[in-house]
């Protein structure tokens, strides 16, 4: 922090938030299941093996198309614990609401809380609730808090990542992006542009339950798809090739990224999985996605590579290679 002030890059999900969160939080607070910067701590009780993870919900609009603050934060917790290979189980929720919020506003929000809880097959069995003045919280700030189990025999590939693995991801990406700046700007387009906000806990299950292949997930939100592929092969002996064609997005998104500059890969989804599969189990998983109507539109977008080792590169449409990036700074604010 070099101009001693935090600023909204150190939050945005890009390579400034990475650095600021390994230099002050991870240097002080070090413990083997921290350091990983996981998606969710791993930790073993007794014997018995859960998952524990915590995150704060700021969104702007707090209702959005395709989703509110309340669905996210459920919908964002689940899938944390989901994708370190856990079967999501229990979740506190804590309330911070600006005095003044709207009293119907927060019954839609707990409303959709409690139906996505029950879609997701979680329970919320602790929470706190404070009130602050007015002009001291903007509207209202949520966090969320999941424990899941890890079945004995089951859950994430315990072989290396090498080359030949397929990278997967679940559907198409940047709709939940598009939808929130597309509401907070108030844009209009022929179609309406939804979040894809949903709980992949029961996806993931059946993934890992009918596919022994599977060695590494990731839930694609802020920072998208670009910032998820840099953590994979970050200071690994590894590259990653993506596909550009491959990759999956809706032709009204692509439009909106095109006319203001957006790569879709930068944009977040709340949706989504990525996962690296062994690559004679790629079909096996695929089939297993498209089951789920969460997964219909799952692809293989690229392949693990043994050249190229900490990077992503990209094959463009028209047949050339460009490096993708993690997003340096703050694309969109209050995102997630």
């Given amino acids: 922090m070099a101009d001693r002030v935090v600023t909204l890059n150190h939050g945005a999900g890009g390579e400034t938030m990475r650095r ?16 990983t910067l996981a998606d969710a ?5 007794e014997k018995s093996r859960l998952a524990f993870t915590t995150d704060s919900y700021i969104v702007k609009p707090i209702e959005f198309p395709g989703g509110d603050i309340g669905k996210l ?14 079967r999501p189980l229990h979740l506190s929720v804590g309330f911070i609401i600006e005095e003044g919020f709207d ?10 809380m409690s139906e996505a809880t029950r879609a997701a097959n979680v329970e919320i069995v602790t929470g706190d609730t404070k009130v602050v ?13 999941g424990v899941g189990a890890c079945p004995l025999g089951k859950g994430l590939s315990s072989a290396p990542i090498g080359e ?3 990278i997967l991801v679940s559907g198409t990406i940047g709709e939940h992006g598009m939808a929130i700046l ?37 839930d694609a939100t802020r920072g998208g798809l670009a910032a998820v592929l840099s953590e994979l092969v970050e200071s690994q002996p590894f590259g990653a090739l993506i596909e550009e064609q491959a990759v999956p997005v809706r032709d009204d998104v692509r439009t909106v990224c095109e006319l203001l500059g957006f790569d879709p890969m930068h944009l977040a989804n709340e949706g989504k999985v990525v996962m690296v599969v062994r690559g004679d189990q790629r079909q096996r998983a695929l089939e297993v996605l498209h089951a789920n109507d969460l997964g219909r539109q799952a692809v293989l977008i690229g392949r693990i590579t043994g050249d190229g080792k900490g990077i992503v590169r990209v094959r463009t449409e028209v047949g050339g290679i460009r490096r993708l990036q993690r997003p340096a700074g703050e694309l969109l604010p209050r995102i997630c």
């Avoid at 230099?23 to 083997?32: D, G, I, R, S, T």
């Avoid at 701590?41 to 009780?45: K, M």
């Avoid at 597309?182 to 059946?206: P, V, W």
């Fill in 20 to 35: 600021f969160i390994t230099k002050l939080f991870v240097e002080k607070f070090a413990n083997p299941a921290l350091n």
């Fill in 103 to 112: 009293l119907s506003m927060l019954e839609r929000i707990v409303h959709s």
């Fill in 164 to 166: 030949g693995d397929a």
């Fill in 41 to 45: 701590a791993l930790i073993e009780i």
């Fill in 133 to 145: 003045p007015r002009g001291e919280c903007d509207g209202l700030f949520i966090n969320t808090s």
């Fill in 182 to 218: 597309t509401a907070r700007e108030g844009l209009k387009f022929q179609t309406r542009i939804e979040s894809d906000c949903a709980a992949l806990g029961g996806l993931i299950e059946s993934v890992l339950n009918e596919c022994d292949g599977v060695k590494w997930m990731r």
């Fill in 73 to 86: 934060a459920v919908c964002g917790t689940v899938n944390d614990l989901a994708v370190m290979g856990a």
